[in-house]
């Protein structure tokens, strides 16, 4: 049937494109900010949402596209920036006008455009690496979080190397530098990955439990109810380490280290049929399943604020 602009994937141009459109047609709502260079010198821009007429009570991070071949992950961010404006709902007006939403659409910029033009499969950016040929950091290893332990590897040709140190690659800087200007502002960090069909919180680095295991296993748990109610979807939930592997240097533990206590990871569809290649006309059920399953969370935590 009629496939509109938000059930396709779009290229990092026509997504810049989307950004100034959606700034240009929502100016009160919608604001654009550059929060640094990527290793090969494009912009990396997040968009800040709110609709409120007093002042936040605080914010939220959503990001997308941290692995470039993880597709569905972007038009994720599309999807939800686009259902925050469009509609009427009251638990979505009364998040909007509480919290302010910032949503990173595409994070690794050099990486996905090269998805596009060269190797569908690429994981990581596109940084150089000294005294190797090989290409590339990943970016959800780089963060000084237990850096470069297990589960991540000091071999740059490794699809999980860690990168030269903490935080060497621009686009984690970028990030990293965001939030630390931004601590006690941000109440929840949210990162959008693909597949496996999970919603993962800390920690990735070890197998103990964090002090708030209980409360945010809870948000898990109601989360991944609400997203099975829309297309009958099983997610998995639990700690990473437990769930899914161990991990070093992880954007979402470092997080929950800084503060941050609702830190969650989502591996969107599927388990493995398509893999990072799903298929478009999948799309539009993964995006409103799991645009349910975050409004269920950002619900929760507009009530703690
Ligand atoms: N700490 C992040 C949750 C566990 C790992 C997530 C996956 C997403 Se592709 C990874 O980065 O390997
Ligand atoms: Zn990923
Ligand atoms: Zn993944």
């Known amino acids: 049937g009629f496939s509109s602009y938000y059930e396709q994937y779009h290229s990092l141009d026509e997504i810049y494109f989307w950004m100034s459109q959606m700034v240009r047609n929502y100016p009160s709502f919608i604001q654009q900010i550059l929060i640094g260079p ?27 596209g941290i692995h470039a071949r993880e ?4 038009a994720f961010c599309l999807w939800f920036v686009q259902h925050l404006i469009g509609t009427q709902d009251k638990v979505i007006a009364d998040i909007v006008n509480t919290l302010e939403i910032y949503v990173l659409p595409v994070w690794n910029v050099d990486g996905y455009e090269y998805t596009w033009t060269t190797d569908r499969f690429w994981r990581k950016n596109r940084s150089r690496n000294k005294g190797s ?7 959800n290893r780089n963060w000084d979080v237990n850096w470069c332990g297990k589960g ?3 071999d740059p040709c490794s699809q999980i190397f860690c990168g030269e140190y903490p935080e060497s690659e ?43 295991h209980a409360e945010l296993h809870h948000v898990a748990q109601k989360a991944v109810n609400v997203l099975k109610s829309v297309h009958h ?12 592997y161990l991990s070093t240097g992880c954007s979402d533990d470092w997080a929950y ?22 298929p478009m006309h999948l799309i539009k059920p993964t995006c409103e399943e799991t645009t349910a ?9 507009v009530k703690t604020v």
Not at 43 to 50: P, R
Not at 191 to 212: A, E, G
């Open 257 to 278: 280290d800084m503060g941050i206590k609702y830190s969650f990871t989502f591996e969107l569809r599927d388990r493995g049929r398509y893999g990072f290649l799903l």
């Open 133 to 139: 040929e090989c290409f590339g950091t990943d970016l």
């Open 152 to 154: 991540a590897s000091k």
């Open 71 to 74: 597709w569905v992950s972007p």
């Open 38 to 64: 990527s290793s090969e010198k494009r912009l990396i821009y997040v968009l800040k949402i709110f609709k409120g007429t007093s002042p936040p009570k605080g914010a939220v991070w959503i990001d997308c």
């Open 170 to 212: 621009p686009e984690v800087k970028a990030v990293a530098t965001f939030f630390r200007q931004r601590l006690n502002h941000i109440k929840s960090y949210i990162s959008v990955h693909s597949y496996s069909q999970m919603l993962l919180f800390p920690y990735s680095y070890t197998t103990s439990n964090s002090r708030d």
């Open 293 to 301: 399953a975050i409004i269920e969370m950002l619900y929760h935590i």
């Open 233 to 244: 979807t099983s997610y998995t939930y639990g700690t990473s380490a437990q769930t899914i």
